[in-house]
């Protein structure tokens, strides 16, 4: 039998590539003349880069950017032929800000990679979005590419509170030439009900007072940069870095469409017999745009079962069938919190060598 697994990271505990491994390792135990084909995902978050050179080689260029707090922070381009990789989270991930809601924390750091990638001279450069701990609407990337305001556009989204002008030209001179590709994992707009602040804010930190009072400054940062631009879908993406970068004249792509396609997911699915995918925890939010849901929708395309393999399961029968997966099995079920957690590749394998129990034969 040939099994095709195609995670996405288990945020906090392993990367895309460890959990693949380790639900390979877990499989062959039970069932070791199975076929396994390893093809870790991303949605354009954490492992965006490293997920995309793990199948498309090409050359890693180490830079040093500013961080969300302002500290020195290292960063990694992939550059294959004439297209730059960059993936934001290594610049202002929730990972560098910590829960602490990232009133203050910029994505200046964002700009320097995306300037770094056009100084190597390609003709295209490709942003993952996802994963941030920012919330400042993409102001601190525009800051670092040259645009300038009345107000500063590298403090986090307090910084904007008041703004009344921003120049933008220096920024759109900078990319000039340049196709901009903005892979983000969600569509949601920049502000309002869906936007950034009011969806995002919460697992960044923001408490229910202050989410309204960061939405209001993204609310006038739309105003004074570009209204109509904010409510293009993406925009809200990576706490507003999508409105900046389709300011820029960037074209969203979902992420995960942009990765499918990268590491030739639909062909491995149709030479596989079982699609196995994973994340973190799966819950309602792994709807369209997110890995589980895509890597499902390419195995449906093929005509293949899609089991998940999560930390956590999160959702009912129904709304699992609903995200287009046959089942989807839970390592705290299994081995309880604790040890999911203190031994997470080896409570995968665990599990893994279960779900093989079931759909090997
Ligand atoms: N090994 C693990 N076992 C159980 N739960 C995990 C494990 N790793 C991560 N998680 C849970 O998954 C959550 C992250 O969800 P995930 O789907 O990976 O990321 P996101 O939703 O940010 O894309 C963490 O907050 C944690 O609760
Ligand atoms: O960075 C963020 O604000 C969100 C949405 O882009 O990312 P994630 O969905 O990975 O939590």
């Known amino acids: 039998m040939r099994v095709l697994v195609a995670p ?17 390792a877990g499989w062959h135990r039970h069932a070791p003349d199975d076929e396994i084909d390893l093809a870790p995902m991303s949605d354009g978050g954490p ?118 002008t921003i120049d933008l030209a220096a920024a759109r001179e900078r990319v000039a030439g340049v196709e901009v590709v903005v892979a983000s994992d969600v569509d949601n707009p920049l502000s309002g009900l869906f936007g950034a602040a009011k969806v995002f804010g919460p697992q960044k930190g923001l408490t229910e007072e202050r989410l309204v009072v960061v939405d209001a400054w993204l609310e006038r940062f739309a105003e004074v940069a570009g209204r109509r631009t904010a409510l293009e879908p993406g925009a809200g993406a990576a706490g507003g870095l999508g409105f900046a970068l389709l300011l820029l004249g960037g074209t969203r792509t979902p992420g995960i469409g942009l990765v499918t396609d990268a590491v030739g997911l639909p062909a491995r699915a149709r030479a596989a017999d079982l699609v196995v995918t994973g994340e973190g925890a799966f819950d309602f939010s792994s709807r369209a745009g997110k890995v589980p849901a895509g890597v499902a929708a390419v195995a449906e395309q093929a005509v293949r079962p899609c089991v998940a393999l999560a930390g956590a399961v999160l959702v009912g029968a129904r709304e699992m069938r609903a ?37 090997s034969r």
Do not use: N
């Not at 979005?129 to 305001?149: E, H, N």
């Open 47 to 164: 492992g965006f880069v490293d997920v995309l050179h793990a199948t498309l080689g090409g050359e890693l260029l180490a830079v040093t950017v500013t961080g969300p707090t302002g500290a020195p922070t290292p960063a990694t381009l992939l550059v294959v032929d004439d297209t730059a990789y960059v993936e934001s989270a290594q610049a202002c991930g929730l990972h560098l800000t910590g829960a602490q809601g990232g009133e203050q924390a910029t994505t200046r750091g964002v700009g320097e990679l995306l300037a770094a990638a056009i100084g190597t001279g390609v003709r295209r450069v490709v942003v993952g979005l996802g994963g941030s701990g920012t919330s400042d609407g993409g102001a601190g990337l525009l800051a670092g590419l040259g645009a300038t305001a009345d107000v500063p556009l590298d403090e986090g989204p307090a910084g904007l509170d008041g703004i009344g």
């Open 323 to 359: 995200l287009g997966m046959e089942s989807a099995y839970s390592v705290v079920d299994l081995v309880g919190e604790e040890r999911a957690f203190a031994d997470p590749a080896g409570s995968l394998a665990d599990l893994a060598e279960r779900v093989a129990r079931t759909w």
């Open 8 to 24: 996405d990271k288990f945020a906090g505990t392993l990367t895309a590539v460890e959990a693949a491994e380790a639900v390979a």
